[in-house]
Every structure is written in C-alpha cells, then in structure tokens.
C-alpha cells in the first residue's frame, strides 16, 4: 500500500476456539503510551503492549494463494496448542 499512514494491526484478545485469537486490521489509530510499531523494508506493524507477550518471537506471513491474500501469523513460540486453521491459539 502507497499510504505510508497506515499499519497492520495485530491484536490478541480472548475467543476462538483454543481460548485466544489473532485480528489483524488496517488502522491509521496509534496510541503513543500503549503501542508499539515495528516497520520492515517500508512495511508497519503495530501491536498493543497487552497483545505482545502473546505473539513475541511468532513470524508473520503474507499468504498469496488461491483463497486469497491475507497475512497470518505462524510458528508461534508461545502457543501450546492451535486450531486447524491457525486463527486460534491456547498458551
């Protein structure tokens, strides 16, 4: 995306169906005192202090295919245990 005020929201909070799950949403909203940006070759990801210690050391990955294009997130050090289609998470 050319619009450079834009990040990639990843936030953990309670549901699915292993007791957490992953959002990820476009927002141009950042708070100064509770997020915090990570930014790649131009690409910006912000994720809230509550949400971090859920997904640290976990690879996010954008997923081209036939479904579609999407990110996800994967290889979650943190998770003990996930559902078969990787949205939901326990620790």
């Given at each position: 995306?050319?619009?450079?005020?834009?990040?990639?929201?990843?936030?953990?909070?309670?549901?699915?169906?292993?007791?957490?799950?992953?959002?990820?949403?476009?927002?141009?909203?950042i708070?100064?005192?509770?997020?915090?940006?990570?930014?790649?070759?131009?690409?910006?990801?912000?994720?809230?202090?509550?949400?971090?210690?859920?997904?640290?050391?976990?690879?996010?990955?954008?997923?081209?295919?036939?479904?579609?294009?999407?990110?996800?997130?994967?290889?979650?050090p943190?998770?003990?245990?996930?559902?078969?289609?990787?949205?939901?998470?326990?620790?």
């Amino acid at each position: 995306n050319d619009n450079s005020t834009q990040y990639l929201r990843i936030v953990v909070e309670a549901g699915g169906c292993h007791g957490f799950q992953y959002l990820l949403d476009l927002t141009q909203n950042i708070d100064p005192d509770d997020d915090i940006i990570f930014e790649k070759n131009g690409a910006k990801v912000v994720i809230d202090t509550m949400s971090l210690p859920y997904i640290d050391g976990a690879t996010l990955n954008f997923k081209d295919d036939l479904m579609g294009s999407t990110f996800e997130i994967i290889d979650n050090p943190n998770a003990t245990e996930s559902c078969g289609c990787g949205g939901s998470f326990s620790v």
